[in-house]
């Protein structure tokens, strides 16, 4: 059998399928809407070919070795946060509060940082140009210290072509599933609030950036302030939301108008949404979806 980090070319989901199964009917399709294919309307597709790219979480060596240690670190925290999203579900359909341990809103708390960090329309932000230039000048030094001296135009081709794009994919693949210590911080010192629809014409969506921050009276939108509102569908009338001081739970009744803010949110910053159903995709993409009506 061969080894994880020698696998041939694999799909990597970067919206979880164990998300995805939530929000889709017995034959695990959903509606979709990519901005990137407009063209196409909105198409029905099976989860499997939803929120994914090839080889997204694997970091490539020098001589082409292909390692997907990431991919197996993010199944894990998935593996954890799935029977707590399953039993935040059940209860908050009950109007029941979560009651979540610290163990279970640190395993949220990672769940939250892993999504931000893996999905492409987010990742970018997460890095930056410099780490890039950091790690070609250290592979730069190290070949120098070797006695291979680059001239200037080959050190100009580093930064610019192909090697420069591997870094940075290695980069963004190898620190998916790295908790951002800082940012681990901050969110354990805020609690989390669930919300549930009440509208069943009105389901919540799933976005390739599957996040909608909503700003705090103070019209501040870090999570430094704990009453910014970071909001994460886990169900077509579930939402969980980072939201409050540390150990605060609420549960919340949504009307259409706050599940269409949420997901107008989300739309909006994201390259691909998907539905259950269909015309509350075509309610967020209007005439472009035309073209498949």
Known sequence: ?????????????????????????????????????????????????????????????????????????????????????????????????????????????????????????????????????????????????????LSDEEKADLHSGRLAARIKQNLIAGTAADPLAHSGSVMMQRGFSVGVSVASDCPFILGSNPFARLLSPNHRQDLGDPDTELWFPIAPDVALCSYGPAGHEQVSVLSAEGVNLINTEIARQSTVIASACRDVILALVGPEAAANV
Do not use: N
């Open 1 to 149: 059998m061969s080894s994880p980090r020698h696998s041939t070319a694999r799909r990597h989901h970067y919206l979880p399928e164990m998300i995805q199964k939530r929000f889709a009917g017995p034959d695990l399709h959903l509606w979709s809407f990519d901005k990137r294919t407009a063209s196409y309307g909105i198409q029905r597709k099976p989860i499997a070919r939803l929120f994914r790219e090839w080889h997204l979480y694997t970091t490539i060596a020098p001589d082409g070795t292909r390692d997907t240690t990431t991919e197996t670190r993010l199944s894990a925290i998935e593996t954890r946060a799935c029977p707590i999203i399953d039993r935040i579900i059940a209860r908050a359909r009950q109007g029941i509060l979560p009651q979540l341990t610290d163990v279970e809103r640190g395993t949220l708390c990672d769940l939250f940082i892993a999504q931000f960090r893996r999905s492409p329309d987010t990742v970018q932000s997460s890095v930056e140009r410099q780490d890039v230039d950091g790690e070609i000048a250290a592979g730069v030094a190290t070949w120098e210290a070797a006695g291979r001296t």
